[in-house]
């Protein structure tokens, strides 16, 4: 007889428990955490460099200044051997590896800072800018992207008509397009939008038109045979079964239009939240561009997560539970004694619900 | 091996006989002209699927249709509700010819196909809206017709939240909301387990018993086509042509305990000799059992 395996943590697709789950997600991030932390606290692991802090007789160096350990070595031998005073110094990293209390301290103090210059964005400014240019830009490539796609994905004969040209027009690399819209836009944050819709709309066509294709056509023809008009099956059949694929769609493009964002503020006059990075890191301020990286990746992922949360609440018959406007719907349009049964227990509610439905 | 049998056609009593008589002076409800199907093939010749079809559906009747698979019979059906168009011939409704999908033809497919994004009523209410009846009139009626098939408690369910038979009950309630005059079946209950398609196929004879609709139901399996039927249309395959008409010489209300009367077996036999394919020599396959079990005894 074979005996049974055990492997543990490492079975082939096979759930995880709960709490085996909640202590990977803590390790997928405290892990490399940790190694940044060891790469910056733990000296002679990494620390190639020299701070020097005091300079001795030194013309080179000042206390403060970075130099390689070699440079460092030699400085001193010849100091040494000219009777000077030798400079003394600690290992260190290089300034663009900032510490992590470094980075979470300019995680705060970036918002608290003002600009160095009058006339300059604060760090929130920044940030605030950024989101504007993507939303816009989205925005309008969604106005024209998702009808146009959806007409696509629906008649033939829209497909044969927009859908070649751009599939052409997809593999321009949106960039390339950065000098026309200054040329055409000027320089404000009109071309940085048209960038971004560009590089949105190309992809987002396609991919609405393909989702729509994928339509259940059993759907559509038993819709038919119950008499419904080309409109009713388009507004009632094809967009209600396609919507939850299509929001997903959304949320993909969305991430997409980020990426644009990095081109689109260096076109024209630099601005947001690009521009911040690059000031601070001519600064040298290496804390502060990790802070306005990880800012960046905070709002993206609060931004994925409030969608994906809202994609379940709207699409409630996507997973088995009731969406909160659904329940918010019960409430306010149900029965007398449903509304404010939002203070009921799980335990009462359902209660309630196998007596209304007795 | 039932040769012991005698031809089905005999074994009708009269009232039967008598039964079928009347059903036939009934008023034709649909009609079939000399349809021809041809689907081009790769190679370019053009494949005939159906082949000079006509037959007539009287008011109030239940006929099958069966055939060996890739007869046709789905794509005659789908021809019927109009989702697919006929090379040539015609299908006449109440004698106006028949060109796309209408609520007068309604349909229940082989898959599921409520709309998983509205509850159950909501289901059974599409049909109606989209014939123009108000919101609430349609609610009134679908509500109705949940009573009708027993399932007025989930009128607020999502399809996802039911069984497969119950989708089908629903999809059933859907398809004859809006008053069609036929009702088309293309294998509806083929994806269910074969104790809830038994007790699909009695509650279907009992709402059909209870209200003013013909049906046309497309099926590859004989008792189903037996039990339910008045009369049976057997197809050929390749081309998929008329093969017989078949009279089921089965009284109603029919009861589980006919399937195992004589009349249902010989009716049964005779359909199975029709529609069986003929043996061809080259697709015999010949069998080598060797007996890997070590132990003779056991056999």
């Not at chain 2, 009369?231 to 078949?246: M, Q, S, T, V, W």
Request: glycine share 6%; with cysteine; charged share 20%.
């Amino acid at each position: 007889m074979m005996k049974m395996q055990n492997v543990g943590c490492f079975a082939i697709r096979k759930k995880l428990t709960r709490r085996q789950e909640y202590i990977l997600l803590f390790l997928s991030f405290a892990l490399p955490l940790l190694l940044w932390c060891l790469v910056s606290y733990v000296p002679f692991l990494y620390h190639p460099l020299i701070r020097v802090t005091d300079a001795g007789d030194s013309f080179l160096c000042a206390p403060g200044d970075l130099i390689e350990r070699s440079a460092f070595e030699e400085e001193n031998r010849e100091l040494a051997s000219g009777g000077g005073k030798v400079m003394r110094g600690e290992r260190a990293n290089p300034a663009y590896l900032p510490a992590p209390h470094q980075v979470a301290r300019s995680l705060v103090t970036a918002f608290l800072t003002p600009p160095r210059r009058d006339g300059e964005a604060w760090f929130h400014e920044s940030i605030g800018h950024s989101i504007r240019i993507v939303f816009l830009g989205f925005l309008i490539s969604s106005l024209f992207g998702v009808p146009l796609g959806i007409l696509c994905g629906t008649f033939p004969f829209f497909e044969r008509l927009i859908e070649p040209f751009i599939e052409f027009f997809r593999y321009f690399p949106a960039p390339v397009f950065a000098t026309l819209c200054v040329a055409i836009l000027g320089i404000n944050d009109a071309p940085k939008i048209a960038i971004i819709f560009i590089g949105t709309f190309f992809q987002q066509l396609p991919m609405v038109a393909n989702t729509t294709r994928s339509a259940d056509g059993a759907l559509i023809e038993a819709a038919q045979t119950l008499g419904a008009s080309r409109r009713r099956i388009l507004m009632k059949v094809i967009i209600p079964s396609v919507l939850p694929r299509l929001y997903k769609d959304m949320r993909i493009l969305l991430g997409w239009a980020w990426t644009y964002l990095i081109v689109a503020e260096v076109v024209g006059t630099s601005s947001g939240i690009s521009w911040f990075i690059n000031q601070q890191a001519k600064y040298r301020d290496f804390s502060n561009v990790y802070a306005a990286i990880i800012i960046i990746c905070c709002i993206g992922l609060f931004c994925d997560m409030f969608l994906a949360w809202f994609g379940r609440q709207i699409f409630p018959w996507e997973s088995k539970h009731k969406g909160i406007f659904y329940r918010a719907a019960e409430e306010i349009f149900g029965p007398r004694d449903q509304v404010f049964s939002i203070v009921l227990s799980k335990e009462e509610r359902r209660k309630r619900d196998e007596q209304h439905s007795a | 091996m039932n040769s012991t049998l005698p031809d089905y056609k005999q074994m009708m009593s009269p009232e039967v006989r008598d039964r079928l008589a009347r059903l036939v002076r009934r008023p034709v409800i649909m009609e079939t002209l000399n349809l021809f199907k041809e689907f081009p093939t790769s190679s370019g010749k053009k494949q005939i699927v159906l082949k000079d079809i006509s037959f007539q559906v009287h008011q109030r009747e239940f006929l099958s249709i069966i055939g060996p698979s890739g007869c046709g019979k789905s794509t005659l059906i789908r021809i019927l509700a109009g989702l697919e168009t006929a090379t040539s011939g015609e299908i006449l409704l109440d004698g106006k010819p028949v060109v796309a999908p209408g609520a007068e033809r309604g349909m229940v497919f082989q898959k599921y196909t409520l709309f998983p994004w509205l509850t159950v009523c909501r289901n059974v209410m599409f049909g109606l809206e989209s014939i123009g009846k108000d919101r609430d009139t349609a609610e009134n009626i679908a509500l109705q017709w949940l009573d009708i098939i027993g399932l007025a408690r989930y009128a607020d369910y999502y399809p996802g939240q039911l069984s497969g038979g119950m989708q089908q009950r629903v999809a059933i309630a859907r398809a004859l909301a809006p008053q069609p005059r036929v009702l088309l079946m293309d294998e509806p209950f083929g994806a269910l387990d074969a104790q809830t398609r038994t007790q699909m196929q009695n509650y279907l004879l009992e709402v059909w018993r209870n209200i003013d609709i013909t049906i046309i139901f497309v099926t590859h399996d004989l008792d189903e086509a037996v039990y339910l039927s008045d009369r049976i249309l057997a197809l050929k395959a390749n081309p998929g042509e008329i093969n017989e008409l078949i009279e089921v010489p089965l009284p109603r209300p029919r009861r589980s305990r006919m399937l195992l009367e004589p009349e249902f077996l010989a009716t049964r036999e005779h359909i199975d000799k029709l529609i069986r394919p003929p043996v061809k020599r080259e697709d015999e396959c010949e069998f080598k059992v060797v007996n890997m079990v070590g132990d003779k005894t056991f056999l």
